[in-house]
């Protein structure tokens, strides 16, 4: 079974009702944290959970030292899973807004605790459910606690440290998923430094989806990264972005397209630049 699967709204309509099938409401925003809770209350797909993603899907900051949205520890993060009725066996569909990047990076914690069966992205999130005429649901859900245990795959995650040992490896492909302003450190809304990793290339994760919010096809992820990993193995790929969530819907699409599940650089932009040893680009 694929590790990265999407799922249609006509298709969960269909199968929302099916028992053990766990929804859940990925929706955030950063810049009005509490939006997503909001939008829950005043509507979600019926069965669904609300997933946090500062509170739930990211451990606790710690200033000058972590990123802005750092991994949760295991055993909190299993806890949370086991709340919202997940089992070794269960099938899980995730959604957000739209674009899908809460939910990746729901989708990521879950592969990395060894989840990597059965577990869909809502394809084009609540604006398709939206677009497809289906309603929500005020009504909290019914769960049975769950059993899901699982252990981190250290392989898929990479310190700063570990990082900067490997900057200027030609076996590298590493990839910014923020959008190329941000890259090229023209603008920088949300963190103190503008700029990128050395090295790095750009791949905003947004040029993953078509015209429709939904993700491109297979073929087409695969042409694009392509080019980005050259004659690299793939299995050398590390992901990043601000604080380590976007980056998570380019490891989505590189599944979708064939690819192995990449490294993630959780820290991402927001831990680097906390050290001023730690280089620093700009430009293209």
Aim: hydrophobic residues 40%.
């Amino acid at each position: 079974m694929p590790i990265a699967q999407l799922i249609s709204p006509q298709a969960l309509d269909l199968k929302k009702e099916t028992p053990g099938l766990v929804i859940l409401d990925c929706r955030f925003a950063l810049e009005d944290p509490d939006y997503g809770q909001r939008s829950y209350a005043e509507g979600h797909i019926a069965g669904s959970s609300f997933a946090d993603l500062e509170r739930d899907l990211s451990g606790t900051v710690v200033k000058g030292i972590t990123g802005r949205h750092p991994l949760p520890e295991p055993v909190d993060l299993i806890e949370r899973l086991q709340t919202w009725g997940i089992n070794a066996d269960s099938e899980v569909v995730l959604y957000d807004d739209g674009p899908g990047a809460y939910a990746a990076r729901a989708w990521w914690l879950l592969a990395w605790l060894g989840k990597r069966d059965g577990v869909f992205i809502l394809d084009g999130g609540l604006k398709a459910w939206h677009a497809a005429g289906l309603p929500l649901s005020l009504d909290p859900p019914s769960i049975a606690r769950g059993t899901f245990t699982g252990t981190p795959d250290a392989s898929l995650v990479l310190s700063a440290q570990q990082l900067q040992q490997r900057l200027g490896q030609p076996a590298l492909t590493l990839l910014d998923a923020r959008g190329l302003p941000r890259f090229k450190g023209e603008v920088e809304p949300i963190d103190p430094i503008a700029g990128h990793i050395p090295g790095a290339q750009c791949a905003a994760f947004t040029d993953n989806l078509g015209s429709d919010g939904r993700f491109l096809p297979a073929e087409q992820l695969k042409q694009r990264f392509a080019a980005k990993l050259g004659d690299r193995s793939p299995t050398e790929l590390v992901a990043y972005c601000g604080s380590g969530v976007t980056a998570c819907h380019n490891l989505f699409a590189l599944c979708l397209a064939g690819y192995p599940l990449g490294s993630l650089y959780a820290g991402s932009w927001s831990e680097w630049i906390n050290d001023p040893a730690r280089g620093v680009a700009k430009g293209e």
